[in-house]
């Protein structure tokens, strides 16, 4: 079925602008705690249904925040409001307080101006694709009210950080500290602002934190997992032992070390398969996606660890995990799964999977990772104005076939539309970065080219 709404990641545009609007918002709010209503009755449950709702730092996170509560309360749901909090925290807290949804108000890695709805179910899972389906239905419903006897209330979680700081913790090994490490925190100004900094802090190393002052409008903004140089700056100027950076909701992860060498999530996920792998803890395969590096491929062939490729985006990851029954998955852009620590994505215990490893084997990231080798590998975001279908271009087919030809068999071409944001993505992978640029470039011109003659 055709998605009028969600994306990849929940539903997200520019605010203002449909579907990102107060009176959209409060309609969703509606539909969703209806079918929510509509599975508690079919499990016979007595309580009313109850929903968390959380938020990064944008300033429209307010007034989103209010349509959603409106909206669910006139469905006649409960609402517990936690404020900023990170992504998982809103997958565990759901969990963890037994309700029968999460809700996120963010846009991840976005501009301050988007902003987006991404939903957990009650077990932190982010919603399949029939409960999605089901709220679009609802969604064209007329907007109505619960009786007054049967309206939700709202209330606010106390301690709602401290509780998920615990949590992270706990994913942390109990004879294992931080003591006598100075590492870099970038928060991004974004949801873990705060949190971050004191979950390293409180295993006992030295941070300093940046990206940590959100003010509304700084979001993700030159800082965080998408912008690293920031990062990197900050670790060879503070003599750090390593960097770890956040997005704006806190479910990526980036990291660099003491020389500010910068470690994407193809690598940092390698590093915490090759330490569960050497513990005997991996209990079966690892699940990429398409744009995952070819060397991480080739390691986990090397080490006779079973691989396969997801489409882009961790919900597909989490699914082919799922269809497995294997526990460890992630993208190059951040995203790292470790089921065996959470139900989702989660930038802060992602860090501490890989700081355990390192701790473990009394290592350095650069030593750790020495024998993956990464492919030179090229990205280019082609921002688009409407949607192309660039599968129908005959210029950009011939750009992409002329760059399969180069590569002759010994690298990739991969174009994909952006399922979070009005961007069409283009990869070129191969052995010569020089050679990669060159046919990325190439065919990130016809693409222009296209767009801009539509």
């Not at 969703?28 to 929510?36: D, Q, R, S």
């Not at 355990?356 to 990464?374: I, K, P, Q, W």
Request: glycine letters at 10%.
């Amino acid at each position: 079925m055709t998605r009028k709404y969600f994306g990849t990641d929940g539903i997200r545009g520019r605010v203002g602008d449909a579907p990102i609007t107060p009176d959209f918002v409060l309609r969703l709010g509606y539909a969703a705690g209806n079918v929510l209503a509509q599975q508690t009755d079919k499990h016979k449950n007595k309580h009313k249904p109850a929903v968390l709702i959380g938020k990064d730092t944008r300033v429209s996170g307010y007034m989103l925040e209010s349509a959603l509560e409106a909206g669910f309360a006139a469905a006649g749901c409960d609402v517990y409001m936690v404020g900023p909090m990170p992504t998982p925290g809103v997958a565990y807290l759901t969990r963890a307080l037994r309700l029968s949804a999460g809700v996120m108000i963010s846009a991840s890695h976005n501009p301050y101006e988007d902003n987006g709805i991404k939903f957990f179910s009650a077990s932190g899972m982010k919603l399949d694709d029939a409960v999605e389906h089901a709220i679009e239905a609802a969604l064209e419903a007329p907007l109505n009210c619960k009786a007054s006897n049967a309206l939700g209330k709202a209330r606010r979680v106390e301690d709602a950080a401290g509780r998920y700081i615990e949590f992270c913790k706990s994913t942390f090994p109990d004879n294992l500290n931080l003591h006598g490490m100075k590492i870099v925190v970038d928060c991004a100004h974004g949801a873990a602002y705060d949190m971050a900094p004191r979950l390293f802090r409180e295993l006992g190393a030295e941070v300093i934190a940046i990206g940590d002052k959100p003010d509304g409008f700084n979001i993700n903004d030159k800082v965080g997992a998408t912008h690293t140089d920031a990062m990197c700056a900050k670790v060879l100027a503070a003599g750090a032992d390593l960097g770890i950076a956040l997005d704006g909701d806190a479910d990526r992860l980036m990291m660099c070390d003491a020389n500010a060498n910068c470690y994407d999530g193809d690598q940092l996920l390698y590093v915490v398969v090759k330490h569960r792998h050497a513990i005997g803890a991996l209990h079966g395969g690892v699940v990429g996606t398409l744009m995952t590096n070819f060397a991480f491929a080739q390691r986990m062939e090397a080490m006779q660890i079973p691989f396969l490729r997801a489409k882009v985006g961790d919900r597909y990851v989490l699914e082919v995990l799922n269809e497995n029954g294997w526990r460890y998955g992630g993208e190059n852009s951040g995203h790292i799964l470790c089921l065996d620590q959470h139900t989702t994505g989660d930038g802060m215990i992602s860090a501490l999977q890989v700081l355990a490893a390192l701790a473990a084997n009394s290592t350095t990231l650069e030593d750790f990772t020495r024998d993956l080798v990464m492919s030179p590998q090229v990205l280019i975001n082609i921002r688009t104005q409407s949607k192309f279908d660039f599968a129908t271009s005959a210029k950009v087919n011939a750009s992409v076939k002329s760059a399969e030809t180069t590569l002759a068999g010994k690298g990739r071409v991969l174009l994909r539309a952006s399922g979070t944001e009005p961007v069409i993505r283009v990869m070129v992978e191969g052995e010569d970065r020089a050679t990669v640029t060159a046919l990325a470039e190439n065919i990130a011109d016809s693409v222009r080219t296209e767009t801009e003659a539509g």
